[in-house]
Nanobody, 124 residues
Framework: QVQLVESGGGLVQAGGSLRLSCAASGRTFSRYAMGWFRQAPGKEREFVAAISWSGRSTYYAGSVKGRFTISRDNAKNTMSLQMNSLKPEDTANYYC?????????????????WGQGTQVTVSS
């Protein structure tokens, strides 16, 4: 497994931006796809974005496509999520996750390592 630590969450007004980061250790980071999920109070964890091992393939949930951008730096063992045009419905705890394989995927069961999460709150 890999150890994951998220950072960058906070409180922002609607229309604003935040950049989340995920630092990985304990496994060869560049061999595995990565992803971001989020969970709002009273709701199930949902897929946000994923990126393949190379960074060439990315997937986004429809609700964030065009506003969020996922990226990775394999030399630094880090992954980021740039979030623009934030909306109150983006409020959630955001989790970084490492996949079991190299290809980008969207299902939570395809990921075997999870961070503790970072809270994002968007005020209206």
């Amino acid at each position: 497994q890999v150890q994951l630590v998220e950072s960058g969450g906070g409180l922002v007004q609607a229309g604003g931006s935040l950049r989340l980061s995920c630092a990985a250790s304990g496994r060869t980071f560049s061999r595995y796809a990565m992803g971001w999920f989020r969970q709002a109070p009273g709701k199930e964890r949902e897929f946000v974005a994923a990126i393949s091992w190379s960074g060439r393939s990315t997937y986004y949930a429809g609700s964030v496509k065009g506003r969020f951008t996922i990226s990775r730096d394999n030399a630094k063992n880090t992954m980021s999520l740039q979030m623009n045009s934030l909306k109150p419905e983006d409020t959630a705890n955001y989790y970084c996750a490492a996949s079991k394989g190299a290809s980008a995927t969207t299902g939570p069961s395809d990921f075997d390592s999870w961070g503790q999460g970072t809270q994002v709150t968007v005020s209206s």
